[in-house]
C-alpha cells in the first residue's frame, strides 16, 4: 500500500509569499493529483500530473518520479488561496487515490 | 473540465431513519464512482468504489448493508445510509473520473455533510 506523507501539516504566509507544499510517496504511481479543498468541503482538483512540471495561473506543480516526490508551489499568495492542500496518488491500473493527510494553508492579508 | 454534482449538500436525519445521497456526472459518463467519508480534520477515506451495472466494491470496516451504494446507470451513483446513527455524522464525498481527454483526471462532488441527531 502506498504510504503518502504531506509537509507542512500547517502553514501560515503574509500575503504575496511564495509558498511550497511537499508530497512524498513509497511506491511507484501512475499519476499524482494536487486538490484544493475549501472550509465547505468541496474538492477542486488542481493538477494531475505524471512527470515534470504544470502551471495554472500562480499554481505550479512539480513532479521527481526517481526521488517519489512532489511539490506544490504557490506564487504571490492570497487570502483567497486559504485552503486545504491534499496529495493524492493513483497506482498503475487503477483509478483508486490514496490520500495525504493535507497541508492547511492560512493566507493574512 | 467534468462536472459531478452531488445532492443534497446538506442533511440533517433523526436516528433510525435512511438518508440517501446523489452523485451525478452530468457531461460524461462514469463506469465507475468512489465514496469517501472524511471525519474534521482527517483525510478522506474510501468507503467504496461503485461500479455502473454490478455490486459495489466496499473497503474493509465498511458495512454494505449499512451503507447501500447503486450504480444503475453511467451518470448516477447513490449512497443510502440506513438506519442512520449519530456516530454516522460526517463529510460524504463521491468522485468520478472521467474517460477520453480528461482519462484519469478525478473530479469531486461538493459533498454532503450529514448530522444525525
Known amino acids: 500500500k502506498n504510504e503518502v506523507e504531506q509537509s507542512p501539516q500547517n502553514l501560515t504566509a503574509q500575503e504575496g509569499e511564495f509558498i511550497t507544499i511537499n508530497c512524498s510517496y513509497s511506491?511507484?504511481?501512475?499519476?499524482l493529483h494536487w486538490l484544493q479543498q475549501h472550509p465547505g468541503g468541496g474538492i477542486v482538483s488542481l493538477f494531475m500530473?505524471?512527470?515534470g512540471k504544470k502551471k495554472h495561473g500562480r499554481l505550479i506543480a512539480t513532479i521527481n518520479i526517481q526521488e517519489k516526490h512532489s511539490s506544490l508551489h504557490i506564487t504571490a499568495s492570497h487570502p483567497r488561496d486559504s485552503a486545504v492542500y491534499i496529495c493524492a496518488v493513483r497506482s498503475a491500473g487503477s483509478y483508486q487515490l490514496t490520500f495525504g493527510k493535507g497541508t492547511k494553508l492560512s493566507v493574512i492579508p | 473540465g467534468a462536472v459531478v454534482s452531488q445532492h443534497p449538500s446538506r442533511v440533517i436525519c433523526k436516528s433510525g431513519t435512511s438518508v440517501k445521497i446523489e452523485c451525478r456526472s452530468l457531461d460524461f459518463q462514469a463506469t465507475t464512482m468512489f465514496w469517501y467519508r472524511q471525519f474534521p480534520k482527517q483525510s478522506l477515506m474510501l468507503m467504496a468504489t461503485?461500479?455502473?451495472?454490478?455490486?459495489?466494491?466496499?473497503e474493509q470496516g465498511v458495512e454494505k448493508d449499512k451503507f447501500l451504494i447503486n450504480h444503475a446507470s453511467l451518470t448516477l451513483s447513490t449512497l443510502t445510509v440506513t438506519s442512520a446513527h449519530p456516530e454516522d455524522s460526517s463529510f460524504y464525498i463521491c468522485?468520478?473520473?472521467?474517460?477520453?481527454?480528461?482519462?484519469?483526471?478525478?473530479?469531486f462532488g461538493q459533498g454532503t455533510r450529514l448530522t444525525v441527531v
Open positions: 511506491v511507484g504511481i501512475s499519476a
Open positions: 468522485s468520478a473520473s472521467a474517460p477520453g481527454a480528461h482519462t484519469g483526471e478525478a473530479f
Open positions: 461503485s461500479n455502473e451495472g454490478s455490486k459495489a466494491t466496499y
Open positions: 500530473l505524471s512527470s
